[in-house]
């Protein structure tokens, strides 16, 4: 790994702990649920389709 990979790892780890995460994957991804929360997909609409 290169040093700018190790100091981004370090940072992410610093961050990480500071939010409260542990080690636990469990408990990454509890934390990271609620911080990170995807869009909504998005709607197909059905008079939106190209004129043949």
Do not use: T, W
């Not at 992410?12 to 991804?29: L, N, P, R, T």
């Amino acid at each position: 790994m290169s040093a700018k990979h190790n100091n981004q790892y370090a940072k992410f780890i610093a961050v990480a702990q500071e939010i409260g995460c542990s080690k636990d994957e469990d408990a990454f991804d509890r934390k990271l649920k609620k911080i990170a929360k995807s869009p909504p997909p998005a709607k197909k609409d059905k008079d939106n389709k190209p004129a043949k």
